[in-house]
């Protein structure tokens, strides 16, 4: 085998399935499709028929067969019942991408953030991270092999100006279970780590900035990130898809930063 090759043999998920939730749209969509060219079937569970269905045809003409289900993520016996699809169709999973989440743009002053608000957030970017976890561990544990990559945020690792305390803080929760999880499950050969992105340029973050900063007040952010400019999707992606290939099978409990170096730690 040649070098080209065996690099290409080392990033192959040829026979692999993988799953990415709320992957119709935005970082999960540009994770599903990085995922699929590496060869892994691809499932994408969202709650948005016609981005599921828009979504599909676009890895279609690409010549990508994908998986899709509508289901709620939030509600649990939903999210049981997709499980048991996607085992009952594909018969294993190797790739769990825990991508729900947000701020669901709710207010980012703490002092207008309600009770409702803060458990809108935990229940989308916890507890479906947890839920569904929950449910694939055992397959992976008897596979003795398995990638679980989270998507945390820079704002949970050191604050936002634009995003709130509840975002913030779970966002925080998602990293501490993530190292908990590595704890736990490395020894049945099962990695798991979290992907902080700063701020990503999908349609909704777009419209996010425009709406709460002036074209003056971007600008000095991006003379703040050392790389000059804010992250695109492929940004994303491309760390996805080395966590989740056989290449990175040291790497475990990590909370990788994707954010053009506009904040640094030790
Ligand atoms: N975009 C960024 O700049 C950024 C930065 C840091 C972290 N993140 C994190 O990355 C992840 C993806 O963010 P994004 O910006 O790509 O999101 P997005 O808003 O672009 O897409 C979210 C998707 O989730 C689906 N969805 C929402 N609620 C759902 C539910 N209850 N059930 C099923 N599907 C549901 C939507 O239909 C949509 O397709 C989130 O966890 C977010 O916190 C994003």
Redesign the pocket.
Do not use: H, Q
């Given at each position: 085998m040649n070098n080209q090759a065996m690099l290409q043999e080392e990033f192959s998920l040829s026979g692999q399935v993988a799953l990415i939730?709320?992957g119709?749209?935005?970082?999960?969509k540009g994770i599903a499709l990085e995922l699929a060219k590496c060869g892994a079937y691809v499932w994408i569970?969202?709650?948005?028929d016609q981005?599921l269905e828009s979504t599909r045809s676009e890895f279609e003409s690409q010549g990508l067969r994908i998986g899709i289900l509508k289901?709620?993520?939030?509600d649990p016996i939903s999210l049981q019942r997709a499980y048991e699809r996607l085992i009952s169709e594909s018969s294993n999973l190797h790739i769990l991408v825990n991508?729900?989440?947000?701020?669901l743009h709710t207010p980012f002053q703490f002092l207008k953030e309600s009770d409702e608000d803060w458990m809108r957030l935990i229940e989308?970017?916890l507890m479906t991270t947890v839920r569904l976890t929950r449910l694939v561990l055992p397959c992976m544990v008897s596979n003795k092999y398995g990638r679980i990559v989270n998507?945390?945020?820079?704002?949970g690792r050191y604050g936002s100006l634009f995003a709130g305390a509840n975002y913030v803080a779970v966002?925080g929760a998602v990293h501490s279970l993530t190292i908990q999880l590595a704890q736990e499950f490395g020894l049945h050969g099962i990695t798991v780590n979290t992907v902080c992105?700063?701020?990503?340029m999908?349609?909704?973050?777009k419209g996010l900035l425009a709406s709460r900063q002036s074209p003056e007040e971007r600008q000095r952010v991006i003379n703040e990130i050392p790389v000059r400019r804010h992250?695109e999707i492929d940004d994303v992606a491309r760390t996805v898809r080395f966590l989740v290939s056989k290449s990175a099978g040291f790497i475990t409990g990590s909370l990788i930063d994707v954010n053009g170096g506009q904040v640094m730690s030790t």
């Open positions: 939730t709320a119709a749209r935005g970082l999960g569970w969202d709650n948005d981005a289901l709620d993520l939030v991508n729900a989440g947000g701020s989308l970017n998507l945390g945020s820079k704002a966002k992105p700063g701020a990503i999908t349609e909704r973050v992250g």
